[in-house]
């Protein structure tokens, strides 16, 4: 955990696929990604010194750097292990994870499993509540995210 001089970093973690079937088009096919700015707002609200982590970011970031489109990641097996890879990768180096999770999401299970395995602070916001991940990784599921911004400073 951060010392009290120390800023804590925040992933932001959350449904980006889910459970559709089929990533054809990213823009079109994500899901709705309005939360992130959501969470991040809550986040500095609390801990107006936080660091925000957001895997989309760094994929859109690795994208880049490779001279692709997030369309043209998405072709290649190969790239996005890489770029799941780099995600996982940065879990570490953060304090605190929250989940925003209105259905399941196998990278987002991912990201928890690598953030209790790193000894992260983890929080969900889920709907999931019998969900047995949420259950066995996060120190609190918040029902909402209203209930997140209510209570996440008193859990810190």
Same mark, same amino acid.
């Given at each position: 955990?951060?010392?009290?001089s120390?800023? +804590?970093? &925040?992933?932001i973690?959350?449904?980006?696929?889910?459970?559709? @079937?089929?990533?054809v088009?990213?823009?079109?096919?994500?899901?709705?990604?309005? &939360? =992130?700015? =959501?969470?991040?707002? /809550? /986040?500095? =609200?609390?801990d107006?010194?936080?660091?925000?982590?957001?895997?989309?970011?760094?994929?859109?970031?690795?994208?880049?750097?490779?001279? #692709?489109?997030?369309?043209? *990641?998405?072709?290649?097996?190969?790239?996005?292990?890489?770029? %799941?890879?780099? #995600?996982?990768? #940065?879990?570490?180096?953060? @304090?605190?994870?929250?989940?925003?999770?209105?259905?399941?999401?196998m990278?987002?299970?991912?990201? %928890?499993?690598?953030?209790? +395995?790193?000894?992260? *602070?983890?929080?969900?916001?889920?709907?999931?509540?019998?969900?047995?991940? /949420? +259950?066995?990784?996060?120190?609190?599921?918040?029902?909402?995210?209203?209930?997140?911004?209510?209570?996440?400073?008193? @859990? *810190?």
């Open positions: 955990m951060a010392s009290s120390e800023k +804590r970093r &925040y992933f973690s959350g449904v980006m696929i889910g459970s559709k @079937h089929k990533l088009e990213v823009e079109k096919d994500l899901h709705n990604q309005d &939360y =992130r700015a =959501r969470l991040a707002e /809550i /986040i500095c =609200r609390v107006p010194q936080a660091e925000i982590v957001d895997p989309l970011d760094i994929v859109k970031a690795f994208a880049e750097s490779k001279g #692709i489109s997030l369309d043209d *990641l998405n072709l290649k097996d190969s790239l996005v292990a890489a770029a %799941l890879d780099e #995600i996982v990768a #940065i879990i570490p180096s953060c @304090h605190v994870i929250i989940s925003n999770l209105p259905e399941a999401s990278g987002s299970a991912v990201e %928890l499993w690598e953030a209790k +395995r790193s000894g992260l *602070l983890i929080f969900t916001v889920s709907p999931m509540t019998s969900n047995w991940t /949420i +259950r066995a990784v996060a120190k609190r599921n918040f029902q909402d995210f209203d209930d997140l911004e209510q209570n996440l400073a008193k @859990h *810190l």
